[in-house]
């Protein structure tokens, strides 16, 4: 029995200016519930601080790396923008994703140094960057005729070593 055919998942815009809008809600959830969220317990405050400085650095790191090298390709949109090149060295060849990957870890980090209430907008970023990821890829395919390969060599979808 052959496998079923896997859904596209939606456009949601010419470029995908609907993934976007989600994601902006999702952020400006966060900062909600850093503000109005409860704090950690005062236990965990120390721990919590120290994690999200540890997590808040690495996706610093990977944010600003994705950031830098794709220079004036950079767009917020999901759709790659035309003429562009693709990237595989730098950050790119460690993970292929790595400023969703960052924008997430920096959005852990500032749930742990803030409110647990936040850790339900950074889940739900977490579901949406795994479904965004997917719509960006059908186009980074049909734009890159080399994207399958350099998917097949970079495993990794966001976080080096991880996801």
Do not use: N
């Not at 610093?60 to 220079?71: D, E, I």
């Not at 790659?80 to 994703?97: C, I």
């Not at 350099?150 to 070593?161: N, Q």
């Amino acid at each position: 029995m052959s496998e079923p055919a896997r859904r596209e998942l939606p456009a949601l815009g010419p470029r995908g200016e609907g993934w976007v809008a989600i994601q902006v809600v999702l952020f400006v959830l966060l900062g909600v519930a850093a503000v109005l969220g409860p704090q950690w317990p005062d236990a965990l405050e120390q721990p919590m601080l120290g994690a999200a400085l540890v997590l808040g650095a690495a996706g610093a790191a990977l944010f600003l790396g994705g950031l830098f090298h794709l220079g004036s390709q950079l767009t917020p949109f999901p759709k790659p923008v035309e003429g562009g090149t693709l990237r595989e060295d730098g950050v790119f060849g460690l993970a292929r994703h790595p400023i969703y990957g960052g924008g997430v870890l920096l959005a852990l980090a500032w749930s742990l140094a803030t409110s647990y209430l936040g850790l339900v907008p950074t889940a739900s970023l977490c579901l949406l960057v795994e479904a965004k990821s997917r719509r960006e890829e059908v186009w980074l395919v049909e734009h890159h005729p080399g994207y399958e390969d350099y998917r097949r060599r970079v495993r990794r979808r966001f976080i080096p070593f991880l996801w």
